[in-house]
């Protein structure tokens, strides 16, 4: 059965960085793209990045240059490594994996969810 759990949330400074995590179960991301996708209070759930089976890696605009994607196979993990945090960056965030080697960041196209970690940024 495939499987997602995130890890790493918290509550950070703005300015400060976190890690999130993404461990996978019931099968290898050779043949998927993970997306790690946020919801923040009162809005609708985006996508922010994605790592697919080929390496072919997305971002939004809006966390491009603050935030870095990257895989370990060996863990079956993916992780999100965020740096200078604002508030707005406050969500829950998921990640979530889709088969085949296209990345994409449309809700739509994924299938499997994990149940997400709390990010907070607030002084």
């Known amino acids: 059965q495939l499987q997602l759990v995130e890890s790493g949330g918290g509550l950070v400074q703005p300015g400060g960085s976190l890690r999130l995590s993404c461990a996978a179960s019931g099968f290898t991301l050779d043949y998927y793209v993970i997306g790690w996708f946020r919801q923040a209070p009162g809005k609708e759930r985006e996508g922010i990045s994605c790592?697919?089976?080929?390496?072919?890696?997305k971002y939004v605009d809006s966390v491009k240059g603050r935030f870095t994607i990257s895989r370990d196979n060996a863990k079956n993990t993916v992780y999100l490594q965020m740096n200078s945090l604002k508030p707005e960056d406050t969500a829950v965030y998921y990640c979530?994996?889709?088969?085949?080697?296209?990345?994409?960041?449309?809700?739509?196209?994924?299938?499997?969810w994990g149940q997400g970690t709390q990010v907070t940024v607030s002084s």
């Open positions: 790592f697919s089976s080929s390496g072919g890696i």
């Open positions: 979530a994996a889709k088969g085949g080697p296209i990345p994409s960041l449309r809700i739509r196209d994924f299938g499997s």
